[in-house]
């Protein structure tokens, strides 16, 4: 007699979820794009894809958008949330993050999670819990943020689409940038430039990992950083039929401090005020929020005609509903 035996419940053929946007291939970047704006324009544009889903919302750093983006979108389509906050785990008693994945891997259906820490854990966690996961903000990549920048820009665009857009990005080379890159590489005849304080730009390597996937998939994105705000107006001025969206973040990026007391007169010089904006006056403005008016950006810059910053909030929510129904379609 052999003795008692369950199988692994573990899934082995799972979704393999949203980890980062180099994961992703070009055909679905297209429409996860597409399919946020008819979100945003209807959402009930669907036949509740999650219906007897349970979706899992781990996030042990603050949230206010991508917590409720996400826990919302589960919602609208006829999913289940279980939420986990910082506190709520027994890896907080000493079990590991691996067990812990295997037991989520065997009683939910998705797991949403932000840590704030490496991309490589995560990766690890949805390898060991055979689940799919979607990467709500690690150290390295915010990728459903740059799905929501791209879906926002192309709903705002005359023609829809977001081929051909033209970007300057203001202020840290964050999370929220590097996933940006990541997605503009995939943008047909997009052009982006990044204009980053001295010492904050974007991480070793990051911009020839976007060339070079710009190059394979054969979009003819063009990316370039400088460090002087005038080196990078210049720019966006020699750009064909100038830029359409300036784009900052607020300087003190979500689970992060700067070891430099002095960090805030280098960004000074970068903060996105009504006179740089109008130095490109057919551009629209962008921020993820949270904001600080008065440092990363003016109030009048942020709550003036030109900014999409408030539908880029809503486009949160429906880029996670084309996310997590992507995932479970």
Known sequence: M????LPDPRR?????????????DPADFRWLVRRAGEFYRDVDAHREPLARRVVGVLFTKTSTRTRTAFSSAALRLGGRVIAYGPDDLQTNTGETWDDTARVFGSMLDVLVARTAGP?????????????????AMAAEEHPTQALCDVSTLALAAPSGQPDGVRVLYVGEGNNTATAYAAA????????TVFATP??????DGCLDAARARAADTGSGAQLVE????EEAIAA???????????YTTRWQTTGTSKPDPDWRMVFAPFAVTQELLDRFPGAAFLHDLPAHRGEEVAAEVLDGPRSLAWAQARMKATSAMAVLEWICR
Not at 2 to 5: A, D, E, N, T
Not at 12 to 24: E, F, K, N, Q, V
């Open 2 to 5: 052999s003795g008692y035996r």
């Open 236 to 246: 966006g001025h020699d750009v064909g039929g100038g830029i359409d969206a300036v």
């Open 226 to 229: 400088v460090h002087d705000v």
């Open 119 to 135: 991309l490589a854990d995560l990766r690890r966690f949805a390898e060991h819990g055979g689940l799919p996961t979607v990467n």
């Open 184 to 191: 503009a590489a995939l943008i047909p005849g997009s052009t």
């Open 12 to 24: 082995t053929d799972a979704h393999p979820g949203l980890l980062s946007i180099a994961d992703l």
């Open 198 to 203: 001295p010492g904050y730009g974007l991480p």
